[in-house]
């Protein structure tokens, strides 16, 4: 996610989301807070974007259906925009929040890093549809997923290893989701891959 701002008075849902709907700034609502979100990185994009890409080609002729950080996610009294989210609901086109996402994916940054894992994290698990929440570290390499399966146990990934999506029967390399990103883990994983590369060919 990006860094949210408070802002103050209280207002109602109703109030929250009319308007959103006109609103040139996204915002997120916590039991009646209204909170102020900022602009993603280009690493944040990126990571977010590959990740959308791959689920929109797995699950083109499939029941679920990914969205991107544009749709809200409703728990309770709160409405949140994931960055990404996958829902097999069938969503009107006139929808503007999801309340059964199967999986939901977090890009974190310093700032948003607490939110993400405490708040939204204690919000996310309160959804009966929810099987996987995802959360990666853009500023380094690490992919953790945390699965209804196991019991909300979180399992770690790194360059060299592939993630599967078991929500969506969807396995994804961690270099793949973090093509082109650019962060001193990849930079050295690149450099080590194009050095075994002459290598391997002088042998």
């Known amino acids: 996610m990006v860094i949210a701002k408070k802002i103050n008075p209280i207002i109602s849902e109703d109030e929250y989301l009319n308007d959103e709907k006109i609103s040139d700034i996204k915002h997120e609502y916590i039991d009646g807070y209204v909170y102020a979100m900022s602009g993603a990185s280009a690493n944040h994009n990126r990571i ?13 002729h499939a029941p679920g259906q990914p969205y991107t950080s544009d749709m809200k996610v409703k728990i309770g009294s709160k409405y949140f925009y994931p960055d990404v989210l996958v829902d097999c609901d069938n969503l009107s086109g006139d929808s503007y929040f999801s309340q059964n996402p199967i999986l939901i994916i977090e890009v974190l ?38 699965r209804r399966r196991t019991g909300w146990q979180s399992e770690h990934y790194f360059l ?19 093509h082109r990103v650019d962060n001193s883990d990849v930079k050295e994983w690149l450099l080590k891959q194009a050095e075994d590369a002459i290598e391997n060919n002088i042998e």
């Open 48 to 60: 977010a974007g590959n990740l959308f890409s791959a689920l929109s080609v797995h699950l083109k």
């Open 109 to 146: 940054s310093k700032s948003t890093r607490q939110i993400d894992r405490k708040i939204k994290l204690e919000s996310y698990l309160n959804i009966a549809q929810l099987q996987e929440y995802i959360l990666i570290e853009q500023d380094f390499v690490d992919v953790e997923v945390i």
């Open 160 to 178: 060299g290893e592939n993630v599967t999506f078991e929500s969506v029967n969807l396995s994804v390399s961690v270099e793949d989701i973090y």
